[in-house]
């Protein structure tokens, strides 16, 4: 993957509050980042400092009482924080998916996998359902799980929390996103299946050369616990400047 080629996504100068009762809380102040084609950013830092809120700046996903209060989030060109919500939905999920911390949460837990990877397929592209199914099956294996067959025809509670976040991370590569956002994506799985979501992390940006935000809040041993990272940022420069009030 050609690293000098124009950047996929730039943060720039962003500054993101939350509003609640007790006022105004600053999450994240001046925050910068550039993701080139295929490049995995890692971004870490501690509990609070405001990773998932940069993540979701990106997705715009910022609920009731958030705001980007400034700076510009810059996806392929255009800034994210000036389209409309309808522009929004056709790059969410379709040219930026974003992987969880709880796997479980992404799926619904009353359909079957293969139903809920098939749709991502049908929905963004025009193909026959066996089309579809053969691609959901093909990225079952390409996330090395056993058996792709079978955790088709599986319910996600049928699975064990490391196979979950593997369909998780196929349903989000179903689409083709040019850039991925990990937030913290083994921190609710045992430490046994980490290492191998780590390694399926950096595989794919390799076999897909997908750019991807990799957050971790692990500040000991970043190297181990993120893929191949080219750049960490200083919890300094993703930081808080007051602390939430109890109410
Ligand atoms: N919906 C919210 N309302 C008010 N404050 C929030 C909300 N979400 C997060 N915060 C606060 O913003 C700060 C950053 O949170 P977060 O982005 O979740 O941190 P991290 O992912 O690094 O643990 C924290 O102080 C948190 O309490
Ligand atoms: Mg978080």
Do not use: W
Not at 111 to 120: A, F, N, P, Y
Request: charged share 20%; net charge positive; aromatic share 4%.
């Amino acid at each position: 993957m050609n690293k000098d080629q124009a950047p996929v996504l730039i943060c720039k100068d962003l500054c993101i509050s939350y509003y609640t009762r007790a006022g105004e809380i600053p999450a994240v102040v001046d925050f910068s980042l550039t993701v080139k084609p295929g490049e995995t950013i890692g971004i870490v830092g501690e509990s609070g400092c405001g990773k998932s809120t940069v993540a979701m700046a990106i997705m715009r996903y910022m609920g009731a009482n958030g705001g980007i209060k400034s700076g510009s989030i810059t996806f392929k060109g255009r800034d994210l924080t000036q389209l409309s919500e309808s522009e929004l939905r056709s790059i969410r999920g379709a040219e930026i998916a974003m992987i969880y911390q709880e796997p479980f949460a992404s799926l619904n837990p009353s359909l079957k996998i293969k139903t809920q990877l098939m749709e991502v397929p049908l929905a963004h592209e025009n193909i026959s359902k066996d089309e579809a199914r053969q691609r959901a099956a093909q990225m079952l294996s390409d996330v090395n799980l056993p058996d792709p067959e079978r955790m088709m025809e599986s319910y996600p509670h049928q699975l064990s929390g490391g196979q979950q976040q593997r369909v998780v991370i196929a349903m989000g590569l179903l689409s083709n996103p040019s850039l991925l956002l990990l937030d913290e994506p083994t921190t609710a799985l045992d430490v046994t299946v980490e290492a191998g979501i780590v390694k399926l992390v950096a595989d794919i940006s390799k076999k897909f050369g997908t750019s991807q935000i990799y957050i971790s809040h692990n500040l000991g041993s970043p190297g181990q616990n993120t893929p191949t990272p080219t750049a960490f940022l200083p919890v300094s420069r993703c930081r808080r400047r007051i602390k939430m009030r109890h109410r």
